[in-house]
């Protein structure tokens, strides 16, 4: 996919663009010499169709239209998009919000700036000789990373229904499709997926669904936007800008849903364009994505509740010291103007 094809855009072309999306708060002229540059490091490679809200803002000119040039670097997995922007190698991630709980409770300086995909869309699937979650137990289980989120959601469940962990073998495969195609191969009984490959795996007769998350969890969170603490005290305006044009790229997709199904089959030429078109469909009909970025305050707590039940983290962050009041103040401030 082409990134920005200008370097600026002219007054006439930003109110073009402002018009065709009819949901713009703002439209301020902005000339290329002025953008500010920012590194999103998103983690999923390739971009889960959770995520195109972030390509949606790039390829609509939201981005510059709020005085932003942003350079997207896809990583396998979001426990490296967290590490990017711990390492300062990223201004922005986009991880799971396993993968950041765990950062901070092991001391990582970053902070939540908005939460634009925060619920959760992973569904258990396994083969039929697996009943249930405890079922799992003695299998073999996909998952992208060992300590990631895929690795710790199921282990959240299998704790709740009394399970044993320790009896299940877990195996590091990388993105969705690399799990999904695991188990058709029959090289792992079960694994964990978005729910825009629940159609094609259903279609196999030994394949079955063991368990909802977003269903038996569904306050636990899936995806945030992230900032290390020094990138929030240097980049605050810059980043509120950012969750901005994230918003408006969010209410931009709601009211133009064929345009964005057409934009995210373009991201993912190689994927199941049934898959892809009935997945952003879903997460636009349902309005999935949140059109203010706002982190309510319930997902971080039950979440991390549930992260310490399980053992996976020794301490709680607070609401107030984990989410950044500070960006998340100008962002709405913003919006509203």
Known sequence: MRGDKAQGLNRRTLLKAAGAASLLPFSPAVHAQSLRKLTLAIGTAPPDPACHYLYYAREKGFYKANGLEIDIKGMVSATNATRAVIAGEADVGWPDGVSSIVAWDQGAKIKIMSAFAPKLDYVIVGTKDIA????????????????????IIPKVMIEKAGGNNKAIRYVALGNSAARAQALVAKTVDATIVTSSFLPRLLTYSNIHVVANAAAEIPDFVYTWEIVSDAGEAKNADALASFGVACAQAVRWAYANKEDAIQISLALLPDANKDEIRNSIKAYIERKYWSQDGKLPRKTLDFSTEQLLDAGVIKQRPSYESFYSSKIADVIAKKLRA
């Open 132 to 151: 249930n979650i405890k079922g799992l137990e003695g299998k073999r289980f996909a998952v992208a990373t060992i300590g990631g989120g895929t690795a």
